[in-house]
């Protein structure tokens, strides 16, 4: 049964960092595209970031460029979102997603229509 586990979420400072982990079970990382959404209270879920299957491209929402970077450990069926100079508008609980119905294109790898598994999330807080 394929499963998607999340960790890493707290409460940091603003300017902190934070590594956020996808855990998948059940399948093989090569064989998905994975992505990482969040949604803050009242919000739509909004893509973050995304990682194609053979790990040969990545997309990041305007919003996190320059600050979030995402990657994948295959071995240990782990996918990462490190996240650096954090702000409070980055507060929301954090989903990782899975999907493997289409070839890797930027134009959806950020949109959560897309995605067919979905993780619980971990909550990331930014206050002071």
């Known amino acids: 049964q394929l499963q998607l586990v999340e960790s890493g979420g707290k409460l940091v400072q603003p300017g902190g960092s934070l590594r956020l982990s996808c855990n998948a079970s059940?399948?093989?990382?090569?064989?998905?595209?994975i992505a990482w959404f969040r949604q803050a209270p009242g919000q739509e879920r909004e893509g973050v970031s995304c990682?194609?299957?053979?790990?040969?491209?990545?997309n990041y929402a305007d919003s996190v460029k320059g600050r979030f970077i995402i990657s994948k450990d295959v071995a240990k069926s782990t996918v990462v979102l490190q996240m650096y100079n954090l702000k409070s508008e980055d507060t929301a609980v954090y989903y990782c997603?899975?999907?493997?119905?289409?070839?890797?294109?930027?134009?959806?790898?950020?949109?959560?229509?897309?995605?067919?598994?979905w993780g619980q999330g971990t909550q990331v807080t930014v206050s002071s």
């Open positions: 997603a899975a999907t493997r119905r289409y070839a890797y294109r930027d134009q959806w790898s950020l949109n959560r229509n897309y995605y067919d598994y």
């Open positions: 059940g399948f093989t990382l090569n064989d998905y595209h």
């Open positions: 990682i194609s299957r053979n790990g040969a491209n990545t």
